[in-house]
């Protein structure tokens, strides 16, 4: 299979998984998360995110709570809480790095680890409706550390269907 064809499936089969078994998650996948992760693309190649790994079943709870109970986030046996350093971002662009690159490079992030769960066969899902605050004080996080993203990971006890997508003539613009 050429490698073109074999991206393109992997990122048309990606689902958002909310069900998942009670299997554990190895640590030499969640190594694979980690290096997808760290590998993104990032403004000036300033890096600026911490993924926080969450085992714990009280802390898991916590964070399904924070989501607006969302309780398949407590249900995963991992869920990685994706931050945004707002103190590297600025260091490295000033206010817009703080405000806009951050977040951008923390989702490019976030979309690398979602792919590598799916090639391995886990799965996930980003979850972004969640009261920042209470992420923050559940985690003790310091104040240069923004949660802007959860994914919630574990063995697939589920396989969503595809989603409808918007046609490319609704969504691009040649000038």
Do not use: K
Request: aromatic residues 6%; hydrophobic residues 45%.
């Amino acid at each position: 299979m050429q490698h073109d064809e074999a991206l393109e499936g992997l990122i048309r089969g990606r689902r958002s998984v909310r069900r998942f078994s009670n299997r554990p998650v190895a640590a030499e996948h969640l190594a694979r998360l980690v290096e997808a992760f760290r590998w993104a693309p990032s403004a000036g190649n300033a890096q600026p995110w911490r993924l926080i790994v969450v085992r714990s079943p009280e802390l898991r709870n916590g964070l399904a709570t924070s989501a607006l109970t969302q309780r398949f986030v407590a249900q995963a046996p991992v869920v990685l809480v994706i931050c945004a350093d707002l103190e590297r971002a600025r260091q490295a662009y000033g206010d817009r790095g703080a405000s806009l690159y951050c977040l951008q490079d923390t989702a490019a992030a976030t979309q690398n680890l979602l792919l590598m769960a799916h090639a391995i066969g886990l799965g996930a899902c980003w979850v972004g409706a969640f009261r920042e605050s209470a992420v923050a004080d559940l985690l003790s996080l310091p104040g240069h550390l923004r949660p802007v993203a959860m994914v919630p990971v574990g063995w697939p006890d589920d396989h969503p269907c595809p989603p409808v997508r918007r046609a490319p003539a609704e969504i691009v613009e040649d000038r």
